[in-house]
């Protein structure tokens, strides 16, 4: 069966490259070797920028009916309350069991030729092979595989760099098991070197979790444990899942030719924020264009640079992060910026717009060097 794309992975950025290339009127399947639908270890923070994407790729507002929407969240490091900002713009904590079977309705209902629930084989150039042994084949195929990405093991020889990949652990908390009341909006710093511990309350449950950098967490779950007592879990009771996480470490050459990758298989996850969801619908969108217009100038070779140049500002803004990330989380600077965090309401005001989505990298890049002089005088002080 010969198809214009093949799509690898019906998560974010696969479904959003699905719909979106499906609407320009191009044949598409939609591979995933899980059937919808199905969860995806996450802590479904989904920023007013995910919900501007989801707006324009999807062509309507999202259902945020079984999300929790908070305006409020608490900022800790090392058991002590740093700060409470109040009045944010919203945070919606969403379940990824019902995000992403929406996004992957919407691809169907584009037109997109459903093949989930069935694992892949092998993969070649132009064709992927099912275990059931049905053979696709495409004129341009995208990789939104996730982390683990088989379309970029097959071009690049391994789905990631297991020196610089993040890592994630995170574990589902009933109401039953958590005291009453509590169920924060909340982020510790240092919970994990080069990372942080967050808690995320839903409709039915909590989502706790670590994550950071991989190399430098040889014992993550040891860290995990620690974070867990803080909140007054106990780390024995409950099942604890992992996940890598591509923290920062982008692939500046997302693909070859007509193959590309978008989302966590091109690892565009925000390296101070760990905002990934965006991103994979953002890039599965920019894909499926790229895509497109490789196909109507018949020249589907032409689809990398395309899409290369559509990633350009992504790839600025994830730069310039990666940057900016040490002063946040790097141990010997961690000391300095969590005493500026507790004094300056600038500082908590910026990074409070970071996570919401509102404010990009370069506009905070020029006000963290305004700042600078006065910081490293701090430091030195101190
Ligand atoms: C612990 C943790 C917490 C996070 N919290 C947040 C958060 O709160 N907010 C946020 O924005 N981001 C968060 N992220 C990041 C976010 O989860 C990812 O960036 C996002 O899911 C990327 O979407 P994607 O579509 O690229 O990949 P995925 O969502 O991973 O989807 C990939 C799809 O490909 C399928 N697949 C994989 N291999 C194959 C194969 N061989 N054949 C066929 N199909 C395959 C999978 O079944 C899956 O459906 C978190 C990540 C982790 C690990």
Redesign the pocket.
């Known amino acids: 069966m010969h198809f214009d794309i093949i799509v690898?992975?019906?998560?974010?950025?696969?479904s959003a490259a699905a719909t979106w290339a499906a609407r320009q009127g191009r044949r598409v399947a939609l591979?995933?070797?899980?059937l919808f639908p199905?969860n995806?270890?996450?802590?479904?923070?989904f920023t007013e920028r995910?919900r501007a994407y989801y707006r324009e790729i999807f062509g309507q507002d999202i259902d945020l009916s079984n999300a929790v929407t908070r305006h409020e969240i608490a900022f800790w490091h090392e058991g002590r309350e740093l700060a409470v900002l109040e009045d944010i713009p919203p945070l919606h904590l969403t379940m990824r069991l019902d995000l992403d079977n929406c996004l992957y309705q919407h691809a169907l209902a584009a037109g997109a030729k459903d093949y989930t629930g069935r694992?892949?084989a092998e993969i070649g150039d132009h064709d992927v092979t099912l275990r059931d042994g049905t053979r696709l084949s495409a004129d341009i195929l995208i990789g939104?595989?996730?982390?683990?990405s088989?379309l970029a093991r097959h071009l690049f020889g391994a789905p990631f760099n297991k020196d610089t990949i993040g890592f994630?652990l995170?574990i589902e908390v009933s109401p039953e098991t958590q005291s009453p009341g509590a169920h924060p909006l909340r982020i510790d710093f240092a919970a994990a070197t080069w990372g942080y511990g967050w808690s995320f309350p839903k409709q039915n449950s909590t989502t706790v979790?670590v994550?950071g950098l991989h190399a430098p967490n040889p014992d993550m779950k040891g860290h995990f444990a620690r974070y867990l007592r803080a909140l007054d879990l106990d780390p024995e009771a409950v099942k604890v899942k992992g996940?890598y996480?591509p923290f920062g470490d982008f692939r500046p050459r997302p693909g070859r030719a007509h193959m590309l990758l978008?989302?966590?298989?091109a690892g565009l996850?925000d390296p101070i924020t760990?905002?990934?969801?965006?991103f994979?619908m953002k890039s599965g969108q920019l894909a499926a264009d790229a895509a497109c217009d490789a196909l109507d100038a018949n020249d589907p070779v032409s689809a990398l640079p395309r899409y290369q140049t559509a990633l350009k500002e992504m790839h600025r803004n994830l730069r310039i992060a990666r940057t900016l990330r040490r002063i946040i989380f790097a141990p010997r600077w961690q000391k300095a910026f969590i005493g500026t965090f507790r004094r300056s309401g600038t500082v908590r005001m910026q990074y409070r717009r970071l996570l919401a989505g509102e404010l990009e990298y370069p506009q905070l890049a020029r006000s963290v060097l305004a700042r600078l002089p006065r910081y490293l005088l701090n430091t030195v002080r101190r």
Do not use: Q, T
Request: aromatic fraction near 0%; charged fraction near 20%.
């Open positions: 690898l992975g019906a998560g974010p950025a696969g591979l995933d070797k899980a199905r995806k270890l996450c802590g479904g923070l995910s694992a892949v939104a595989d996730g982390v683990n088989i994630g995170e979790g994550g996940h996480l978008a989302g966590d298989a996850v760990g905002e990934g969801i965006a994979a």
